[in-house]
């Protein structure tokens, strides 16, 4: 079981930067790939980014690319989603999503999910 708690949203102004975390409980984070996830109102929940269990080998939307890094510290149990160039289309609740296997794009692979935090870009 993992249990997983987002921090960090907030609200920004477009072209500023956020960083949102991820903590999770359970000693076996760092066996799971981790997943980034964004729902707007009235939107489906769409993938953002993902990062396989050692950080090797991380996976973006190409709405995010260049814009959003994913990392990860195991030995805190914690990932983190840093935004930057945020644009008002950015605006959603941020998921964080733990997966034991390999990264995913699909929500639907994803095992464990946080409660979200809210991300809110101004223009």
């Known amino acids: 079981q993992v249990q997983l708690v987002e921090s960090g949203g907030g609200l920004v102004q477009a072209g500023g930067s956020l960083r949102v975390s991820c903590a999770a409980s359970g000693r076996t984070f760092s066996t799971y790939a981790m997943g980034w996830f964004r729902q707007a109102p009235g939107k489906e929940r769409e993938f953002v980014a993902a990062?396989?269990?050692?950080?090797?080998?991380?996976y973006y939307a190409d709405s995010v690319k260049g814009r959003f890094t994913i990392s990860r510290d195991n030995a805190k149990n914690t990932v983190y989603l840093l935004m930057n160039s945020l644009k008002p289309v950015d605006t959603a609740v941020y998921y964080c999503?733990?997966?034991?296997?390999?990264?995913?794009?699909?929500?639907?692979?994803?095992?464990?999910w946080g409660q979200g935090t809210q991300v809110t870009v101004s223009s």
């Open positions: 990062i396989s269990w050692n950080g090797g080998n991380t």
């Open positions: 999503a733990a997966r034991s296997a390999g990264p995913y794009d699909s929500a639907g692979a994803y095992d464990y």
